[in-house]
């Protein structure tokens, strides 16, 4: 089983990458060429389009990072975790989820279905 901490503070990091060659090189290292992200508000598909797809969300929240919440858990090439978005002064921006993960047999991320917990009111 692959170190599930490890591939969530991979998968954190790409997040907060605002570096875009830096980026897409984590997303290289930590997602399969074939992967897939969705929520409720938007996905992406492949390298590409995974990288677009968190270049449009730190365009859209500039400053701001994501930070797990508790500890994530994984079983059976799957797992969980918790994230809340920080401010750039460093306090919460009133969005948090929940991440379910599909860990191919390479370890990479192969797949990402986004909750989200918490949304500031339209």
Known sequence: ????NHLIDGYLAIWNETDAERRRAL??????EDAAYIDPVMAGHGHAGIDRMIA???AQF????FRQVGQGEG????????WELI???GTEAGIAGTDFGVIAEDG?????????????NA
């Open 1 to 4: 089983m692959t170190d599930v």
């Open 87 to 89: 401010g750039p002064d």
């Open 75 to 82: 079983h059976n090439a799957r797992l969980r975790f918790s």
């Open 27 to 32: 997303i290289e290292r930590h997602w399969t």
């Open 108 to 120: 990479r991320l192969a797949a990402i279905t986004g909750f989200l917990d918490q949304m500031p």
């Open 62 to 65: 500039p400053g701001h990072v």
């Open 56 to 58: 449009g969300a730190q």
